[in-house]
């Protein structure tokens, strides 16, 4: 029998809250729910048990030490990480010629998504065999928009690391059937948002309630109707990342009272409002490993930082670094010991400074550019205590480096640089360091790594696939 690969069926590990058995004899574990009980004969509490499952597998790795947030900014001169028992994170992540499809930096950001996609499947298909009596049909059109909502998150985060490598979309079938096909960059995201566009529809749809609870990150976005602002927030993020953005769609989302945008009072503006992971340390949890001491900020956000004119620091670098005991055999001299500071620190999926700054970008590329620069400065201001733009950028090549700058600094290490300059057209920002070998004096530049490759795994059951051949840079 041919192994199913990671994108048909990769469910394996995320569904921890079911407490899934492996053991040769069929004894029914009567304690814990099972996989078949949600398949076959589904209750309530199997049903929210596998909810929360879809939360656990939605945060997966991005506050591990290899993973989204640090691979990301690595990739984006942010961040570096100087792990001497794993060289990798300068060795392929930057000097490598390429990324290396069957490590786990290279072969990143594929099983993990696809497997809480397959969950989100069977949440949805467990609807269908439970009576309204257990679970309300309102409730369980909640259910499937939380469900579709984050399955277009995972699929987003597949297609946006992969870019023009591709994904596969057709998930929802057979594991031993015949393999989906990988599909490009457009069609890929044009999945992701009818994804995203369900869910909205169905969690304005679905009551007052969902029938499980939320972690404490979702705290203010834990109902359908808060949840669905939360959906619209992440339709603007994906507007912009699509082939040819989509500036009506962010704008559009972004209106009011329908994402948790408010800029009606820019001097009331709380920019760290919106939804995020959540971490502990309390038994079977999982910590933010991102408070690791081998993690120093990139030389490159040091020297391009701003002062006002009081010659102060841009207080968003301040408010995340403080400096390193020892710098860095790169030269830095920082860490993000402000930004993540303990275990239990929180990593944000989406704020509302990252929500300022889309609605600056969509009112620039929709000709309101007046308009557009007041968000921006609303944001450089207020966030970064900066003096503000005075003059109106002449160009859009002007704006858009204005805006890099503010989206660097406002998200710095939360998981953007890399996906802005490239989706911008401005990989000419990423600087490329050279390696000099003490003993030959021979140079070796760092690598710019643009999108991941598709996994070595996937590629073995794909023979002859055409994207397997593409790489990373």
């Not at 065999?129 to 909502?149: R, Y």
């Not at 979702?218 to 339709?235: E, L, V």
């Not at 948790?260 to 939804?275: C, K, N, R």
Request: aromatic share 8%; proline share 7%; hydrophobic share 40%.
């Amino acid at each position: 029998m041919r192994k199913p690969t990671l994108a048909a069926f990769a469910l394996g590990g995320v569904i921890s809250s079911l407490a899934l058995t492996a053991c040769d004899l069929e004894v029914p574990d009567l304690n814990n729910p099972s996989l078949s009980d949600l398949e076959n004969n589904p209750t309530a509490i199997t049903l929210g048990a596998a909810c929360t499952g879809l939360l656990i597998g939605n945060r997966r790795n991005h506050a591990a030490e290899n993973g989204y947030v640090m691979q990301i900014g690595i990739l984006g001169r942010e961040a570096y990480n100087f792990d001497a028992a794993d060289p990798r994170y300068v060795s392929e992540l930057l000097t490598a010629k390429h990324l290396n499809q069957g490590s786990p930096c290279g072969g990143n950001f594929w099983a993990l998504p696809y497997s809480n996609i397959q969950l989100g499947h069977i949440v949805i298909h467990a609807l269908d065999k439970i009576a309204s009596t257990e679970v309300t049909d309102e409730q369980k059109t909640a259910i499937k928009g939380f469900a579709h909502t984050l399955q277009a998150l995972d699929l987003f985060e597949v297609i946006s690391t992969h870019d023009t490598n591709g994904a596969v979309i057709d998930t929802d079938r057979d594991p031993l059937g015949p393999l989906a096909p990988i599909v490009d960059k457009p069609t890929a995201y044009a999945k992701v948002v009818a994804l995203i566009d369900q869910g909205y529809t169905e969690l304005m749809a679905g009551g007052g309630s969902f029938p499980f609870a939320l972690s404490a990150g979702y705290a203010g976005f834990d109902t359908p109707p808060t949840f669905a602002k939360f959906n619209r927030a992440m339709k603007a993020r994906i507007a912009v990342y699509l082939p040819t953005p989509d500036y009506a769609a962010v704008l559009d989302a972004l209106a009011p009272n329908v994402s948790f945008l408010d800029d009606s009072v820019p001097a009331t503006i709380d920019f760290d409002l919106g939804v995020y992971f959540a971490y502990s340390t309390k038994p079977g949890d999982t910590a933010n490993a991102l408070i690791n001491p081998n993690i120093y900020v990139h030389p490159d956000v040091l020297a391009k930082v701003q002062k006002n004119t009081s010659g102060n620091t841009d207080a968003r670098l301040l408010r995340k670094t403080a400096l390193a005991a020892n710098p860095s055999r790169r030269g830095t001299t920082e860490k993000f010991t402000k930004l993540y500071s303990t275990p239990e620190t929180r990593v944000a999926q989406i704020r509302q400074e990252e929500l300022l700054l889309l609605k600056a970008e969509a009112l620039w590329f929709t000709g309101m550019k007046p308009q557009a620069l007041t968000e921006l400065n609303i944001v450089r201001t207020g966030s970064g205590h900066l003096d503000p733009i005075a003059t109106l950028p002449a160009t859009d090549a002007d704006f858009v480096s204005a805006l890099l700058y503010e989206r660097e600094y406002s998200l710095l290490f939360e998981g953007h640089r890399w996906f802005d300059v490239r989706r911008l057209n401005r990989l000419d920002l990423l600087p490329i360091f050279i390696t000099v070998d003490p003993d030959t004096k021979v140079g070796t530049p760092d690598t710019l790594n643009v999108r991941y490759p598709l996994p070595l795994g996937e590629c073995n059951a794909r023979p002859g696939e055409p994207a397997c051949a593409l790489s990373s840079t």
